[in-house]
């Protein structure tokens, strides 16, 4: 199993970005995605996940709902995250994750920094 994200950076509140994550070794299609992201000196936080197949049904933590979406491409093999109105409490280094609730494999993730 590898994934790689990618698409972090610096951004002022309020802002947008939009993270990617290639995945491979596995078969994409039929598995739960999910993101999650650690703060600085907090642990892991799930923050979204997609279903693999039917309605691609979506969940997200209570903070970032109306703010972010998580969608997939299954013919590319890649996981989404766009994020909008970014906030500093955003902060954080964000991770793909293999199964429901970010239960399985993290890539090395990709950093997201909101400040202004």
């Known amino acids: 199993v590898q994934l790689v994200e990618s698409g972090g950076g610096l951004v002022q509140p309020g802002g947008s970005l939009r993270l990617s994550c290639v995945a491979s070794?596995?078969?994409?299609?039929?598995?739960?995605m999910s993101w999650v992201r650690q703060a600085p000196g907090k642990g892991l936080e799930w923050v979204a996940d997609?279903?693999?197949?039917?309605?691609?049904?979506?969940r997200y933590v209570d903070s970032v709902k109306g703010r972010f979406t998580i969608s997939r491409d299954n013919a590319k093999n890649t996981l989404y995250l766009q994020m909008n109105s970014l906030k500093p409490d955003d902060t954080a280094r964000y991770f793909c994750?293999?199964?429901?609730?970010?239960?399985?494999?993290r890539g090395q993730g990709t950093q997201v920094t909101v400040s202004s």
């Open positions: 994750a293999t199964g429901p609730r970010g239960i399985g494999t």
């Open positions: 997609i279903k693999f197949g039917g309605g691609m049904e979506t």
């Open positions: 070794g596995f078969t994409f299609s039929s598995n739960y």
